[in-house]
């Protein structure tokens, strides 16, 4: 399997740290008990810590099909393929404007694919990494030549599970459980896979499903379809829960154990490439493995862009020649469920 071509599209809005302290500060009031100022010390204190800078999110006018037409075009352009040869066209990540039928659909339709097999994946952050190695599968067993991946980021507009609602701070205890939704970022990505003879990928995953409910946005009756937990909800239904802290303490040993699993030759990978939800976390861990030098961030500049993180650190990392055809690559994920992964390809 073969990255033919990936590209990433940004929305042009930029929001600063400063602007979501302005934001939370605009929406708590009223609704806030205690010192709003004492929570928003606390979240200014975490933004800087985790190294968050900015992110970017869809300005007026925007629309995440939009970006992720021309993400699609730029990367089915670079890749040198045609529409029709196009056999499968998965949709990952959480970013999403149907239940039914799968945002693939829409996708393919948007993009004028018209005989492509559709289907969604959908685990957190992880999505994008699981469809890498279904996609896998599907060129060994000969079910297919060429894939396309995409995503469309896109859950900070207001009728979606983090904004304004998560921004409405009822006390400072609640910054533990919402304070992730300050660094999310806004971004769609596409990537064309084909199944020229090359290197296999490498993975590596393992999953925590005790810690399920550390990250979550429930729908209505959920309590149905889960074990009680208090974690669960805390936001509300349909909004976004996440205890961030607890997430990055519980990862700490699993992202290394299964980091430690891939079987590739780590050492001569030539970049780095892992999910973009705090700065300082994955530098540690690539510090603590040998690889620090060779981690390529993208969490500074564009927020946490859940599953199109990897992709988009990729795209960049070719644009600014970083990584370079027939070089080694290592990706490393972790993601609510909780799940982790690892994985290695030659670019």
Known sequence: MRIAAVSAALPSRRVTNDDILDLVREHSAGVFEGDIEDALRKINFWLAYSGSDCRLWAAEGERPIDLLVRAAEEAIDEAGVTRESIDVVIYTGIGRGFLEPGGSYHAAAALGIRRAQCFDVLDACMSWTRALQI?????????CRTAMLVNAE????PTGP?????????????????????????AASATILTAD??????FAFSSRPDLADLCNIPMDGYADFSRPSEKIARNGVHRFTSFGFELHEAARSEAVEVFKRLDAPKEEAAAVFTHASAKRFWQE???GVGLGDKIFHVFQNTGNIVSASVPTAIATAVNEGRLKRGDRAVGWVGSAGMSFSAFSFVY
């Open 135 to 143: 996609a896998q599968g599907l060129f060994a067993s000969g079910a």
């Open 154 to 157: 896109f859950n900070m507009r």
């Open 197 to 202: 003879d090359h290197e296999p990928w490498s």
């Open 285 to 287: 861990m690539a510090d």
């Open 162 to 186: 983090v904004y304004p609602g998560v921004f409405a701070l009822p006390h400072t205890d609640a910054v533990t459980w919402s304070f992730p939704a300050y660094t999310l970022g806004e």
